[in-house]
């Protein structure tokens, strides 16, 4: 029997065992029960033995919470057959609860007032379980059922979804989760992925994200690294089907560095730090899969790099008078900024002896000569990453990062007599027509420099550039995450 | 103990690549128009140099074109303006 037939109110409750304020309430659900007969729907989230009376609607599997969008047990909700939900309440007010009833003696024995607990939908990971189960995810991508005695990791390789290494396996939860990292729908397209040149989503993206590794909290700054491959500056297409050994190179600045726990410091460039790690390695899976750009295939490296792996890391950002490399490229202190440069290695550039700039420019400039080849001049771009103790001694030598520049610039013009086909008994170098030039190793713009690595340590290193660097191949690209 | 089935969600394109049939070969090059392609990577004017010279010698019709760089796709332009113009194409690929 209704209690207001006229419109068709009734009540829906939602509880689970193990919250106290609903166990201080059962009298009271008895007393609904009592009052509004079968228009009282109780709804348990874990356990179907309470309460006691009325018999409960097992809620166990969490739909109808979930559908309902239940935040605190207990709630109560008003329901009006022609319009739905009219209001809630939910934890236990005395005065509010004999109010939203008519009931004026309402759990009168009870004390006035307990706060609620929070629904088991969301308990830790289940919100992303549930959106799977009742949700309209709109995950679209091809479903792979594995058989029973396939091995779970075994299957990725064998489908040829791997760079070599384990990949974390793409289940929907974990891409569900993924997707949790960004604001972006799972069907936006986010741009066409070469060589294959196919339309690629953010779903996808996020699966090869989860592959790679990543967290959600990394996903924006994954976005941002194939936002930026795909710039047409950047030449990515060129850059996978290479002889040579080049591939993305990612330096990241800005806040998000610190926010998810990004390595600029000890051992930057190398292993241990999860999101330098598979931020990088998300890039090359995704154009591995999505793309299709498979090392034997259309990535033609004769020797390839290891940072065809991954090849990720932070700038050090730590001298406020240093202009980090996304602030030489435009942006603010306070931008987070993907920039991604075809390049490949590292080559060191030791200098433990030098206590003036002029002479610490001077390795660094010699070092900066072989890029590629000593005597090939204005060809590839490099990355010149400045350790902190060199760093250190051009600031105490009261040098900017604009005077180091100028420097190494001025250091490496080279008489073209010097490094013509030929000279020094050696067949390669610049055509004989440049013989009366004054040389620059690098393009306007092609030489960029940037600050990571330990604290100790007069090793500062070079990112050598790809051949085909500049307009007829690739430049270095930023993307704001 | 029960086995539970795995679901992944698939990381690739999903396409499956669209079989392409080769255009059908020239039986003879008599009247034939043949571009010769410079993708713009050293020597490769040499190499179609030696080309054209064979070519125009046995009484073919040759035309040349310049990729404007080997580090990138030819220009759908290019593209077509060859295929528009020619019965074949060589292509100088590699230095």
Redesign the interface.
């Given at each position: 029997m209704f209690l207001n037939q006229a419109t068709n109110t009734s009540y829906a409750l939602v509880v689970k065992k193990d919250c106290p304020t609903c166990a201080l309430i059962e009298p009271v659900i008895a007393q609904l029960a009592e009052t509004f007969n079968s228009g009282l729907s109780v709804y348990v989230q874990d356990d179907p033995s309470f309460p006691v009376a009325p018999v409960p609607i097992d809620d166990t599997s969490l739909e109808y919470s979930y559908d309902r969008n239940i935040e605190i047990v207990p709630t109560l909700i008003r329901l009006a057959s022609e319009v739905g939900e009219e209001a809630r309440i939910y934890g236990w007010d005395k005065k509010q609860w004999q109010d939203f009833t008519g009931i004026e003696d309402l759990g009168q024995e009870l004390i006035d007032f307990k706060p609620g607990c929070g629904s088991k939908t969301h308990d830790p990971g289940m919100d992303e379980l549930l959106a799977l189960r009742f949700g309209s995810s709109k995950?679209v991508?091809?479903?792979?059922?594995?058989?029973?005695a396939?091995d779970?990791m075994e299957?990725?390789f064998d489908r040829g979804?791997s760079d070599g290494l384990p990949v974390v396996?793409?289940?929907?939860i974990r891409?569900i989760r993924m997707l949790k990292g960004t604001v972006r729908s799972p069907d936006e397209l986010i741009g066409i992925?070469p060589p294959?040149n196919?339309p690629?989503t953010i779903?996808?993206v996020a699966?090869?994200a989860v592959?790679a590794g990543c967290k959600p909290e990394y996903f924006p700054t994954v976005i941002a690294s194939v936002e930026a491959a795909l710039q047409d500056r950047f030449?990515m297409?060129?850059?996978l089907c290479?002889t040579y050994f080049s591939s993305p190179v990612m330096v990241v600045n800005g806040p998000v560095t610190k926010q998810i726990g990004m390595n600029s410091g000890v051992n930057a460039l190398g292993q241990g730090n999860r999101a330098n790690a598979t931020i990088g390695r998300a890039l090359q899976?995704l154009i591995r899969?999505?793309?299709?750009g498979v090392p034997g295939g259309i990535d033609r490296a004769t020797l390839g790099n290891p940072g065809k792996y991954t090849y990720c890391f932070a700038e050090d950002e730590s001298d406020d008078d240093w202009p980090s490399l996304a602030m030489d490229r435009g942006y603010k202190r306070e931008d987070s900024v993907i920039s991604l440069f075809a390049g490949e290695g590292l080559q060191p550039i030791l200098d433990q002896q030098s206590r003036t700039p002029e002479s610490l420019a001077k390795s660094m400039a010699a070092s900066l000569r072989t890029v590629a080849n000593a005597k090939l001049f204005m060809l590839a771009d490099a990355i010149l990453i400045i350790s902190p103790e060199h760093r250190r001694l051009y600031r105490e030598s009261g040098w900017s990062k604009a005077d180091v520049r100028q420097a190494l610039v001025d250091e490496l013009v080279t008489p073209g007599a010097e490094v013509i086909r030929g000279a020094n008994d050696n067949a390669e170098g610049m055509p004989e027509g440049l013989k009366d030039k004054q040389l620059n190793k690098f393009r306007d713009n092609g030489l960029h420099i940037t600050t990571a690595g330990g604290k100790a340590g007069m090793f500062s290193a070079i990112i050598t550039g790809w051949i085909?660097s500049g307009e007829?191949?690739?430049q270095i690209v930023s993307q704001k995450i | 103990m029960t086995v539970q089935s795995t679901t992944l969600l698939d990381p690739t394109a999903e396409l499956q690549p669209s079989e392409r049939q080769l255009l059908p070969r020239l039986s003879s090059l008599a009247g034939a128009t043949v571009g010769l392609l410079d993708i713009s990577k050293p020597r490769g004017k040499e190499f179609l140099d030696e080309i054209d010279t064979l070519l125009t010698g046995m009484g073919v019709k040759v035309k040349r074109y310049i990729k404007p760089t080997f580090a990138r796709i030819a220009p759908t332009e290019l593209n077509q303006q060859i295929s528009v113009e020619c019965d074949a194409v060589i292509e100088g690929l590699a230095d």
């Open positions: 995950l991508a091809r479903a792979v059922e594995l058989a029973e396939e779970i299957v990725c979804w396996p793409p289940t929907p891409v992925i294959d196919v690629c779903e996808k699966i090869n592959m030449c297409h060129g850059l290479t899976l899969n999505v793309g299709g085909a007829k191949g690739s | -």
